[in-house]
């Protein structure tokens, strides 16, 4: 008939069981495939990162430029601490300085998967300080949820035994530079003995 | 042999389509804007954490902060270094923050001696309206210019950070985004 797409020949001799038997392959395939993707994929942004961060400590990258990313599809007009943050040892305490809107402290798993976010308050600069602690057991089970000991320190379950801190710092303009650099610099990640 | 065809390329080819290009179960559309919905959280499904990991990304948990990302302009054709664009941003900071930025298809910034990749709500020029104009341009224009020449393949991302706006995407009502309109082409 005209104006129907035609199937091409072979198609027209493979039998509906085939075709059955395919589709649900196809489904299994299709499932298997986009779950091991997490698992395998060695260019994620924690994989990318894990060389240049040493651990447990915060880094301050220069502005992405281009050839210069740290990241793809990074926001460009902002500067960035990051911390490769390891608890299978000890604890790790972060403190930055929210200094104004648009900042924020974010704690990653190695799959990307942004487990704490902490924005900044909008006409109020805060200093925060937070523990990232395991939040697996050794037998892979969650254990804890995100708790505020007091009123300027928090307690925060990581996932994962490693994973990135990130601050990310909006740069406001050329002029705000130098005092943008300045309150990223108070960010430090520091290594605490567990109690 | 046509059982194999068809098993191995149609599992994978939908795979990676669905991991690259979403769809209505991960993603959400406004005008030529993408955001994958559950990005960055925990409970993100499968293809959002797929396509996060395999494009080496590393968002912000969406009920905070939505990233929105354009390939084509608001008639649908795909963006091009040698076309001028004018996006009129409003209503966009009612209380956050947010940046847009030109990338290549790869997610690098394009090269430009102005060294201007981005505009966030900090530093666009805005009218005495409130508005935002911000003019996509291969060659300088006044007012808030971003360079996209030197890229063949154009990726606009915008960011916005708004608890209360993610919050209304989440539930499936997503407000409208700045439309990207086409002024020229050579």
């Not at chain 1, 487990?115 to 990232?132: E, G, M």
């Not at chain 2, 990005?39 to 968002?59: K, M, Q, W």
């Not at chain 2, 929105?68 to 302009?73: G, L, N, P, V, Y």
């Not at chain 2, 991302?157 to 608890?163: M, N, R």
């Amino acid at each position: 008939m005209k104006g129907l797409p035609t199937l091409p020949g072979w198609l027209g001799k493979v039998g509906w069981r085939t075709v059955v038997g395919a589709l649900l392959l196809g489904g299994i395939i299709h499932i298997g495939a986009t779950l091991a993707v997490p698992l395998v994929s060695n260019g994620h942004a924690f994989a990318r990162l894990r060389d240049t961060l040493p651990v447990n400590r915060m880094v301050i990258l220069p502005p992405p430029a281009p050839g210069r990313q740290p990241l793809p599809f990074l926001t460009p007009d902002a500067f960035y601490a990051m911390c490769r943050f390891d608890v299978s040892v000890d604890s790790v305490m972060v403190t930055a300085l929210m200094a104004e809107p648009g900042w924020t402290l974010s704690l990653h798993t190695p799959q990307g998967d942004n487990f704490y976010v902490l924005p900044a308050q909008a006409q109020r600069r805060q200093q925060v300080s937070l523990t990232v602690v395991p939040g697996i057991d050794r037998l892979g089970d969650l254990v804890a949820a995100p708790r505020r000991l007091a009123s300027d320190e928090t307690q925060v379950p990581a996932p994962t035994w490693e994973g990135l801190v990130m601050v990310r710092a909006p740069l406001r303009g050329l002029a705000w530079r130098a005092e943008t650099e300045a309150a990223l610099r108070r960010a430090a990640c520091v290594p605490v003995k567990r109690q | 042999m046509a059982f194999i065809v068809l098993a191995v390329g149609g599992g994978l080819g939908t795979a990676w389509y669905m991991i690259e290009a979403g769809s209505r179960l991960s993603t959400r559309s406004s005008g030529p804007w993408v955001t994958w919905t559950t990005a960055g959280r925990s409970d993100a499904d499968p293809y959002t954490r797929a396509h996060t990991v395999r494009n080496a990304l590393l968002p912000l948990a969406s009920t905070l902060e939505l990233t929105f990302q354009a390939k084509t302009d608001s008639g649908g054709k795909r963006l091009s270094p040698a076309c001028e664009y004018a996006i009129v941003v409003e209503g966009l900071d009612t209380g956050g923050w947010w940046s847009l930025a030109a990338f290549d298809s790869q997610g690098g910034l394009i090269q430009n001696s102005a060294e201007r990749y981005a505009f966030t709500s900090d530093t666009v020029m805005r009218e005495p309206d409130g508005r935002a104009v911000i003019t996509l341009a291969r060659d300088a224009r006044s007012g808030n210019w971003l360079p996209i020449g030197g890229s063949s393949r154009i990726n606009l991302v915008l960011t916005v950070q708004d608890a209360a706006w993610a919050a209304a995407a989440s539930e499936g009502r997503m407000k409208p985004l700045p439309p990207i309109q086409r002024v020229a082409c050579r």
